[in-house]
């Protein structure tokens, strides 16, 4: 009886364990739970990011699931860019499956047909025919001076494993993925630049309404705080110890000393999401928009070494909510708040140090 005994507690406790270990293997396997900020706080909207260990760069995935209407609107002199044609109001294909932003140069274009890839292994896509096609434009920054060789970018590997890698929980900002090699303030040259990355955020409306942007700062200004009109991140003193100031450096004629700018090393990337129910037209203009947040805390932005270009995507859950020129309006908003969190969330890396870096 003793050993009856015995055995059903040892039944009994293995059974136990077995529960406990397969209730948290599930809780485990569950998916991050939806961002409350960010551009993940739009429902239907997935981020994620891959980063290359052997220098700072890498891409970023926006991943929608099901899809969305598209729209675009790309500013300054020297744009890199995939599949943008299509967003035009005049063209045909009114959905968007996934956006990628990569470093890289136009070698980093690459990466969105990693995601494309990843996407057609899912059956996501344009219906057409026996196939579906993923319908991903993206966009690209100069990154091929930080940190050494210049071979090493991202390639369609890097855009698959930033896909797979997305969800809908909390953006991860700073130096990771599209940002990894973003940097700011180049009115003095390279040398005297900092750390840029990438920065989200968003505004819930009691309506229920959602406006969310997600940034990657590599612009040849500096960042300004629109709340205050002081710079955050930018052009270093001579000294690089503190903040000189990129706006008084122009009206002083320039930086002096020989420097040069780094004019064509530069270019800010941004997705506005929202749950508003949008055409292409309306979100075209949303995108359009949303660049007065550039303006607002970018000092210069829309440059000619600036290839700045915003996409936005509608999911259209909140059929009656929001205009195009509301949420055009909080587009621009939200905008200018995630370029202040990419500085502030940057981290340095040799040479570019990062606002945290600057006593």
């Known amino acids: 009886m003793r050993y009856c005994s015995a ?3 040892s039944i009994f406790s293995a059974a136990a364990a077995a529960l406990l270990i397969a209730a948290a293997a599930s809780s485990s396997a569950q998916p991050p739970a939806r961002a409350k900020s960010g551009l993940t706080a739009v429902e239907g909207i997935k981020v994620g990011h891959y980063t ?24 300054g002199g020297a744009p890199g860019t995939r599949e943008t ?8 294909v009114d959905k968007v499956n996934a956006v990628v932003l990569a470093g890289g140069s136009a070698f980093g274009l690459d990466a969105a047909t990693g995601t ?4 057609e292994e899912h059956n996501i896509g344009w219906p057409a025919g026996p196939a579906r096609v993923p319908i991903v434009p993206s966009a690209i920054l100069f990154d091929l001076l930080v ?5 090493v970018r991202p390639t369609a590997d890097c855009g698959y494993k ?3 890698a997305a969800t809908t929980g909390p953006v991860q900002e700073g130096s990771v993925g599209a940002g990894a090699g973003a940097t700011v303030g180049k009115a003095a040259g390279m040398g005297r630049s900092m750390k840029g990355g990438v920065g989200s955020a968003s505004i819930l409306l009691p309506t229920g309404l959602v406006v969310a942007a997600l940034v ?12 205050s009109g002081q710079v955050v991140a930018g052009v270093r003193t001579a000294d690089g110890k503190s903040l000189a100031d990129a706006r008084k450096i122009l009206r002083a004629g320039g930086p002096g000393g020989g420097a040069a700018p780094a004019g064509r090393q530069n270019t800010t990337l941004g997705v506005i999401a929202t749950n508003a129910l949008l055409t292409k037209t309306e979100a075209t203009r949303v995108s359009q928009m949303a660049h007065d947040g550039y303006a607002r805390a970018l000092a210069p932005a829309h440059t000619p070494g600036d290839g700045d270009v915003i996409f ?5 859950e909140r059929v009656h909510d929001g205009d195009a020129a509301q949420v055009g309006a909080l587009a621009a908003d939200v905008m200018a708040d995630a370029i202040v969190r990419a500085a502030r969330q940057a981290t340095g890396v040799p040479g570019y140090p990062a606002v945290r870096d600057l006593k």
């Open 216 to 227: 990657i700062v590599n612009a040849a200004g500096d960042v300004i705080d629109p709340s």
């Open 162 to 164: 930033a896909a797979d």
């Open 116 to 119: 494309v890839r990843w996407l």
């Open 85 to 92: 044609d299509l967003l035009d109001p005049l063209n045909m």
């Open 52 to 75: 290359l260990a052997e220098r700072p760069t890498g891409c970023t995935a926006i991943i929608v699931d099901g899809d969305a209407v598209g729209g675009v609107a790309q500013r």
């Open 147 to 151: 940190g050494g060789n210049a071979k």
């Open 312 to 316: 936005t995507l509608a999911t259209g």
């Open 7 to 9: 055995m059903k507690r």
